[in-house]
């Protein structure tokens, strides 16, 4: 297929969520067939969203660093497709060439130039809208399901919870960017930091690389982002669930399945 847009989501070339991976690519990595739609036909269908019975849902995974998002999305997305769902699996920020080249920017560590809360917030949402204009509006509006390794609860928890920008302006770029648009499920990861930081210790040393901007922030950062997490899911139960993240990997893969089986049920 000829894509002469640079912008526009490859197609899905048997993606794996894999660490690092959409980076490195420079491209979203998504599932199907990604039809391009204008950001405006985007928030018109996103008003449609509350009462898709039956059609594509949008579940996001949310954690501290190390949790086991990448490792568990996965496991949702197979699952999903085992029940014959189409699926797009993405990330944020990121999902899209552009969005890709956003998260370069917050990553990236701050050499000579520190990047200053605000511009960080409003690069966060920068890449947001880009990514539901390109990627998870138009899947939710053919009926695909999207499955996403972070979203807006991550705003909250790192933009709000870790640099202290208050909620009310986060609130404000939401409803901007997002137009009512929120997801049906979000399944928190949740674990004492001291261990999550020794598994994305192996990680890094499994797989190479170095700390990125965020990882490499003090104890008392991610002490924060997690109580704004958890801050988030109490005040969301209907929509967040939160999985105890601490225990061995079959553990937490058979409450994540039995939690969204029951989801299941209820939306069918
Ligand atoms: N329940 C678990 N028990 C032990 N190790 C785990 C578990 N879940 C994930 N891991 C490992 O921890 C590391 C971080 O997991 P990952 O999925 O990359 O986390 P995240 O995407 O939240 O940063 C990986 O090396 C992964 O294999
Ligand atoms: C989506 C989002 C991510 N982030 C940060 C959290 C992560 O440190 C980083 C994305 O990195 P990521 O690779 O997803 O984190 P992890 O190492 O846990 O797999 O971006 C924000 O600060 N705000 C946001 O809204």
Redesign the pocket.
């Known amino acids: 297929m000829c894509n002469n847009d640079p912008d526009r989501p490859a197609r899905d070339a048997g993606y794996r969520p894999q660490?690092r991976s959409f980076a490195r690519e420079g491209v979203g990595s998504v599932h199907g067939g990604i039809h391009s739609a204008s950001s405006q036909a985007g928030r018109r269908e996103s008003h449609e969203r509350s009462d898709n019975q039956g059609k594509g849902r949008f579940i996001t995974?949310e954690?501290?660093?190390?949790?086991?998002?990448?490792?568990?999305?996965a496991l949702v997305v197979d699952h999903l497709r085992a029940r014959g769902h189409e699926v797009v699996a993405t990330r944020e920020p990121g999902g899209t060439p552009r969005a890709e080249a956003i998260r370069r920017l917050l990553l990236d560590p701050d050499g000579e130039e520190p990047l200053d809360p605000d511009a960080e917030l409003l690069l966060v949402f920068a890449a947001r809208a880009q990514h539901l204009a390109r990627v998870v509006r138009p899947a939710l509006a053919r009926g695909a399901w999207v499955v996403c390794?972070r979203f807006t609860d991550a705003t909250y928890a790192y933009q709000g919870g870790g640099r202290g920008i208050e909620a009310a302006r986060i609130a404000e770029l939401e409803a901007f960017v997002q137009q009512g648009l929120e997801p049906d499920l979000t399944l928190l990861?949740d674990m004492p930091m001291a261990a999550?930081q020794q598994?994305?210790d192996?990680?890094l040393q499994?797989?190479g690389g170095a700390r990125d901007r965020f990882e490499r922030e003090r104890d008392a950062f991610f002490e924060a982002v997690r109580r704004a997490y958890l801050v988030r899911a109490e005040a969301a139960p209907d929509r967040m669930v939160v999985i105890d993240?601490?225990?061995?990997?079959?553990?937490?893969?058979a409450e994540l399945l039995a939690r969204l089986n029951e989801r299941l049920v209820a939306w069918s």
Not at 245 to 253: D, E, I, K, P
């Open positions: 660490r995974l954690g501290g660093e190390g949790v086991g998002k990448s490792t568990n999305l390794d990861l999550a598994r994305l192996g990680r499994d797989q993240a601490g225990a061995g990997l079959a553990a937490v893969q």
